[in-house]
């Protein structure tokens, strides 16, 4: 029987002796028997009530060492030297179980969880008391079956197929199906029954009914004849889909057969089958595939533990081991290093056989390599930090003197390129020189020992020489760039036969184009072996000298990006490229997010942070990663969770809050490196006082900062109540189980008919953050609200007229003109600005007055005072008002940000 007649079905496992940082390859043990469940499993995940941002989350639990396995000191313990810090710990609960054993035909019936099958061709569907049974007569046909509510948004789901025949021709698929939608939407992990006798694997996704396949056929190692059981093991978490096939009987393998990230799909819960006998199959007569057991489990956290605690009581029998598990952002906000700058995190990719970054402190006399095995560069009247101007860099050095000023290094381990070298660097003039200077020198092996680069009041030049002194080649462009900003250049060989050929490159910083000046010349490019910056003019700038082998990809478009400092990148794309660079999972929802400006250096988790303030998005963890939620993809949220008081939904009383906690009337904005806006809702600060706020942002133009002020004002003004204890009991309401599953932070939630205590108060609000607690024949969840209408704006169709399509706009100075008495079906409505609509395809619309919300469905009167024709007490309120009550638009269109 399900939950919670029977046993709340929660399971724990570990993955000792993991990466913490790389879950593919996480290995978990069921460590059920070892927890004691009765004292209760909690999870804490969000935003704390008076919080700002989204806390590591939480889970805390008790096992039971008696055995001494979780001290992870004990030498005679199961997981001796496996159990580290940071070792991974999930929680799961079941949402689906069937072993089939009943009799049905025409489907699949009910499973073991008490949840219904849902087939599509029942007559394709059996269950012969051990297994249910799809057969399909010829090939090319397919079927789908769902197991209603039972599913969940990250789900684990194990299942035992075997089919009564290898196949022949073409395969039979049997795909497990995840975050289903409907038929045409959802995701597809196949085990593959092939015609070599091997099984294969193969992940998709169906979108709009069109099926991209994301991971095509990869072999197993796994064989199967006719009934041989293959167990498959599918795991979609968060951006992480993931399958695994072994023979039934033997020990799961621990690496996953294939796995790929996507987060393109939308949201979907729910789990199942699709069965496939392909085109082109051959076998004759029926195929049947047979499932004897099915397991899916929703994945409730996901996280690592960061210690290991060992008591016991006075007679030292009673010995456990106190749990506090703690997801993703724990290990990212603690003792994390800034990321380098963007230019140095490129350069270092490419094996540099020299690099020096110039990003040393003003107090500097010499510029640190930038690889472990060099050496410092040193000069000549140098101001280290001198620059700060350099988008991709965090700063720069500063030539001070024409002619004098210079910086030099030599490579410690000038190592042979293959087929040619390179040679980069960064500058920035303060002025043009009159006549030709020298700008950059490289000193190497082969037929051109010494490459002198310079910089005339026109053109760049470039001179190559020999042993003897001899020029070998020289060439001339004009400058095509503006030298007093910054560009970036490369000097590049490439030997081919017994020529080589060279090419100097160079581009402006922030722009799209290179140029470039070739030339050949007899003979070989060994090596570069020193290098030498000068300076044309006074307050030369230059950073980030490279020498390496010559497939550095300058000549790029993502090369240009990063020498910009990823200027102009959305926050969502920011957020995404951070993470895949520091190997962290994440699903980037889509939305319209904002550009941002140069990424500066910072920890990782600043940065992510910082994209999240300058979008308006929230970032939170999602399984073993990230998810973030672009600002724009936070407006007009739909319902999640459509709850009752009257109906018992809600457990505890609520405890409402009418506070100040989150007020800000005076917001200032500042960009980073540019300028700022300031709002004040004067209004607000005269009736309530001054909550000033300010914020720096990291954002590509200053355009739009007062916009951004202005919607932290309205966020920080609307007058509605917080709800930061909502508390639910899905013991007593298990039809939510599904949907609570399914749930991610800031989801939306109502609460229908409130108590008398906050008549005509709306209880719909975003889930900031929540605790629940797991038991045996317990499941309650304590939330953390916060008010959703703020969210809720109006959209414009773009066209001629600027259809408005959602929302109403608010009126100014719209009072009773008389009094009106409860229950009346018409109020006189005065206004002192433009008058309220007359127009029939605009009602029904809804006001508000002295808190007794109404719909009204037609306004009269060419001018003031107007007769409204209305519906009373949408919010259960009714009253009587007096005239001059003010009358309002209820939930006006307002500026989003």
């Avoid at 070892?34 to 939480?58: C, F, H, L, Q, W």
């Avoid at 600060?685 to 004002?713: K, P």
């Avoid at 229908?752 to 008549?759: G, I, M, T, Y």
């Avoid at 719909?855 to 009587?880: C, E, M, Y």
Wanted: charged share 20%.
């Amino acid at each position: 029987m399900p939950f919670p007649t029977s046993l709340l079905p929660v399971s724990v496992w570990l993955a000792p002796g993991s990466n913490p940082v790389d879950p593919s390859t996480w290995v978990w043990q069921d460590i059920t028997d070892d927890v004691r469940i009765t004292a209760g499993i909690s999870i804490e995940e969000g935003r704390a009530d008076e919080g700002n941002k989204v806390d590591p989350s939480k889970c805390t639990l008790t096992l039971d060492n008696r055995s001494g396995n979780y001290s992870p000191r004990n030498a005679l313990g199961q997981w001796y030297g496996q159990l580290r810090k940071n070792t991974p710990l999930q929680v799961r609960v079941d949402q689906g179980v069937d072993t089939f054993g009943r009799e049905v035909t025409n489907g699949w019936g009910t499973s073991d969880s008490g949840h219904e099958w849902e087939v599509g061709t029942p007559s394709a569907y059996l269950v012969d008391g051990a297994a249910g049974l799809v057969t399909l007569a010829t090939d090319n046909l397919a079927t789908y079956s769902r197991l209603v509510d039972g599913g969940a948004l990250d789900v684990d789901v194990e299942y035992v197929a075997s089919i009564n025949a290898v196949t022949t021709g073409a395969a039979w698929r049997s795909g497990v199906l995840a975050r289903y939608i409907d038929n045409d939407n959802h995701y597809r992990l196949y085990t593959v029954f092939d015609p070599s006798g091997e099984i294969y694997v193969r992940i998709a996704k169906v979108v709009n009914g069109s099926i991209p396949v994301l991971v095509g056929g990869v072999p197993t190692g796994v064989t199967y004849a006719s009934g041989t059981k293959i167990r498959t093991r599918v795991q979609v978490s968060g951006s992480s889909l993931r399958i695994r096939c072994w023979l039934d009987g033997t020990t799961e393998p621990g690496i996953w057969n294939a796995s790929v990230e996507d987060s393109d799909l939308p949201r979907g819960s729910g789990v199942g089958f699709y069965q496939s006998r392909v085109e082109g199959n051959t076998n004759s007569g029926a195929m049947a595939v047979s499932i004897d057991y099915y397991r899916a489990a929703a994945l409730l956290f996901t996280g690592t533990v960061p210690e290991w605690s060992v008591r016991w009581d006075k007679s030292g029998k009673n010995c456990t081991g106190p749990i506090v598990a703690s997801g993703i952002l724990r290990r990212l906000q603690q003792g994390a290093s800034p990321l380098r700058s963007p230019i140095y995190r490129q350069l270092t990719r490419y094996n540099p056989t020299a690099y020096w970054p110039m990003e040393d402190g003003n107090d500097a006399t010499t510029a640190a390599s930038g690889i472990t095995r060099g050496v410092a560069a040193s000069g000549t009247d140098v101001s280290f930090a001198g620059d700060d101007t350099l988008p991709g860099a965090a700063t720069a050095a500063k030539l001070n003197t024409a002619g004098t000023s210079r910086i030099s290094g030599r490579v410690t381990n000038p190592a042979n390129t293959p087929n040619g070298y390179a040679g980069a660097a960064y500058f920035k003039l303060d002025s043009l020189p009159v006549t030709e200077k020298p700008l950059l020198e490289f000193r190497g092996t082969g037929r051109v020992t010494r490459w002198v680069i310079g910089c005339a009041p026109t053109a760049f030049t470039i001179k190559g020489y020999d042993a003897d002194g001899d020029q070998v080649d020289a060439a001339a462009g004009f400058h095509t760039i503006d030298p007093t900003k910054w560009f970036a250049m490369q000097l590049e060989t490439q030997e081919v036969g017994g020529t080589t050929e060279w090419v100097l490159i160079w581009h402006q910083v922030g722009a799209t184009i290179f140029y470039a000046l070739p030339g050949d010349y007899t003979g070989s490019a060994d090596r570069i072996i020193s290098f030498t910056a000068y300076a044309p003019t006074d307050s030369t700038s230059v950073a980030h000298v490279w020498i390496g082998d010559n497939d550095l990809p300058f000549v790029d478009g993502t090369f240009m990006k990063i020498s910009n400092g990823y200027s102009g990148e959305l926050a969502a794309d920011r957020i995404a490229r951070l993470c895949a660079e520091e190997g962290v999972p994440v699903l980037v929802e889509a939305g319209e997010t904002k550009a941002m400006g140069p990424q500066k250096v910072a920890k990782f988790l600043d940065l992510l942070r910082l994209a999240e303030d300058s979008d308006g998005g929230i970032l939170f963890e999602r399984g073993a990663g990230l998810q973030y939620r672009p600002g724009r993809a936070r407006l007009n949220p739909p319902v999640d969770l459509a709850l009752d008081f009257d109906l018992g939904h809600v457990d505890d009383a609520p405890e409402p809050t009418d506070d100040d906690q989150q007020m800000g009337n005076d917001w200032t904005v500042t960009r980073e490196g540019g300028s700022s806006a300031r709002v004040i809702d004067q209004e607000h600060v005269d009736e309530f006082g001054r909550y000033e706020q300010s914020i720096t942002l990291s954002l590509a133009r200053d355009r739009g900062l007062r916009h951004q002020a202005a919607w932290r004002v309205f966020l920080g003004t609307y007058d509605d109540m917080r709800w930061p204890s909502i508390s639910l009991n899905l013991a007593r309401n298990p039809f939510l189980v599904p949907t609570w599953s399914s749930l991610v932070l800031g989801a939306r939630m109502t609460v229908d008919h409130p108590p008398d205590q906050v008549a005509g108060v709306d209880v719909d609000v975003l889930v900031a953050g929540r605790k629940q607690v797991l038991k045996p024949k317990l499941w309650t969840a304590e939330l953390n609200c916060e008010p959703a209408r703020p969210w809720d704006v109006g959209t414009v169709v773009e066209g001629p007229e600027q259809a408005l399509t959602t929302g109403r706009v608010q009126t100014n100075g719209s009072t009773l003109a008389a009094d009106v008495v409860a229950g009346a079906g018409s109020l006189s409505v005065a206004s002192t600005g433009r008058l309220w609509t007359t127009n029939a395809d605009h009602f029904p619309l809804t006001i508000v007055v002295g808190g007794e919300r109404m719909s009204v469905t037609a306004i009269s009167g060419p001018a003031s005072p107007q007769t409204f024709t209305v519906i009373r007490s949408l919010n259960d309120v009714d009253k009587d008002h007096d005239a001059g009550t003010p009358v309002e638009v209820y939930l006006p269109i307002r500026v989003c940000l």
